[in-house]
Nanobody, 115 residues
Framework: QVRLVESGGGLVQPGGSLRLSCAAS????????MAWYRQVPGAQREMVAT???????IYADSVKGRFTISRDDDYTTLSLQMNNLNFDETAVYYC?????????WGQGIQVTVSS
């Protein structure tokens, strides 16, 4: 069992920056991949960034060059540095982790981009 808790969300102006964190606990030794997803009401969750077990990073095209995903070596903290945020990136951001055949999700955290 893996527990994930996101933090760092809030209100930011367009063009601003925000750093999200995700604290993982429980069976973190079983974690293979970790990622950030986001969801707006009425839409499906979309992958924002993923970091694989070997350190390879995958980004959605819309965030390349602006967002950076990182984690510590023991998989207990995942971060997402978000720069130059746009209005349409207002969403609930989630931190899923894959451990074995299971995917675990945090409760999500709101990010609002507004002037």
């Amino acid at each position: 069992q893996v527990r994930l808790v996101e933090s760092g969300g809030g209100l930011v102006q367009p063009g601003g920056s925000l750093r999200l964190s995700c604290a993982a606990s429980g069976s973190t030794v079983a974690i293979i991949d970790m990622a950030w997803y986001r969801q707006v009401p009425g839409a499906q969750r979309e992958m924002v960034a993923t970091i694989m077990s070997g350190g390879r990073r995958i980004y959605a095209d819309s965030v390349k060059g602006r967002f950076t995903i990182s984690r510590d070596d023991d998989y207990t903290t995942l971060s997402l540095q978000m720069n130059n945020l746009n209005f349409d990136e207002t969403a609930v951001y989630y931190c899923p982790a894959r451990a074995g055949a299971k995917a675990y999700w945090g409760q999500g955290i709101q990010v609002t981009v507004s002037s």
